[in-house]
C-alpha cells in the first residue's frame, strides 16, 4: 500500500497563464466568487424584497404576477437561465443591442452570471419575505391601516420593519447558497474558484492538492459569511419572535 505524498509547493510554482504561481490564480478566482456572489445578492434581495411584498397585497393580478415570477425562476434549472441569458438573450434583442451584449459590454461573463444569479435567488428570497409578512399578526396591518396610514405606508412602516428581521435567520441559507451557485458561471467563462480549480487541475496534474486547497478556500468563506449573518441576525433579532444567533 503506497502512501500519500502531498506536494504543497506546486502552490508557489508558476502557472503556465502568466497570472503568477497557483495560489494567486486561485486567489483571482475567489476574488471574482465573492464579486459574483455579492452583487447577485444585492440583486436578490432587492428583487425578492418587491416580489415577496406584490404576492401578499390585496391586488389579485399583482399577486399572480408575483407568483408566475417564483415559479418561472425556481423551476428552472439555474445553468439553463444562465445559458438563455448569455447565449440566447443576445439573439432575441434588436441587433445594436445584441451586438452591444456579445461584441462591447464590459465583462459579459461577469455581469451575466452576476445578473442571473440575483434574479434565479431572488425567487427564493420572495418565498421568505412572503412567510415573514404573512407569519405577522393581522392585527398589525389593520392597526396601521385605523391610524390612518395607507396601504404602502403601512407596509414601510409597520409590517416590513418585523416582517425582514423575522426571515433574517432563513435567508442565512440563501446568502451561503450564492457563493455556490456562483461556480455554475464558470459554464460561460467566468474565471471564478471552480473555474480556477479546474485550470490549475489541467496545467499542473495535481488533482489532490488542487480539490484540497480549494476546499479550504470555500470551507473559510463560509465560515466567514456564517458568522456575519449569525451577527446580524443577533442584532436584528425580535425577541419573543426569533431565537439570538450566533451561539
Do not use: C
Not at 464579486?35 to 418587491?50: C, K, N, P, R, Y
Not at 474558484?193 to 499542473?204: A, D, G, P, R
Amino acid at each position: 500500500m503506497t502512501s500519500l505524498h502531498l506536494d504543497w509547493g506546486i502552490l508557489f510554482e508558476e502557472s503556465p497563464t502568466g497570472d503568477g504561481p497557483y495560489w494567486q490564480l486561485l486567489l483571482t478566482g475567489l476574488k471574482w466568487t465573492l464579486a459574483t456572489a455579492m452583487s447577485g445578492w444585492l440583486i436578490a434581495v432587492a428583487v425578492g424584497a418587491v416580489v415577496g411584498v406584490i404576492r401578499t397585497v390585496p391586488s389579485r393580478w399583482l399577486s399572480l404576477l408575483g407568483d408566475a415570477y417564483v415559479e418561472v425562476f425556481r423551476n428552472i434549472p439555474f445553468l439553463v437561465q444562465l445559458f438563455f441569458w448569455f447565449f440566447v438573450l443576445p439573439e432575441l434583442l434588436p441587433e445594436a443591442a445584441g451586438s452591444w451584449m456579445k461584441q462591447s459590454m464590459p465583462r459579459p461573463e461577469f455581469f451575466t452570471a452576476a445578473v442571473g444569479l440575483g434574479l434565479f435567488t431572488a425567487a427564493r428570497v420572495a418565498e421568505q419575505v412572503k412567510s415573514g409578512i404573512q407569519s405577522l399578526p393581522r392585527g398589525q396591518r389593520n392597526a396601521g391601516l385605523a391610524m390612518g396610514l395607507t396601504l404602502t405606508q403601512t407596509y414601510r412602516y409597520v409590517i416590513l420593519p418585523m416582517a425582514f428581521r423575522i426571515v433574517i435567520p432563513p435567508l442565512t441559507s440563501e446568502f451561503m447558497n450564492t457563493f455556490k451557485n456562483s461556480a455554475v458561471a464558470l459554464a460561460i467563462g467566468l474565471t471564478e474558484l471552480t473555474f480556477q480549480m479546474k485550470q490549475m487541475v489541467e496545467y499542473s496534474n495535481q488533482v489532490i492538492i488542487t480539490i484540497l486547497a480549494t476546499t479550504v478556500l470555500y470551507m473559510v468563506l463560509a465560515m466567514a459569511v456564517n458568522r456575519l449573518m449569525a451577527w446580524i441576525e443577533h442584532k436584528s433579532r425580535v425577541p419573543g419572535l426569533i431565537a439570538g444567533g450566533g451561539k
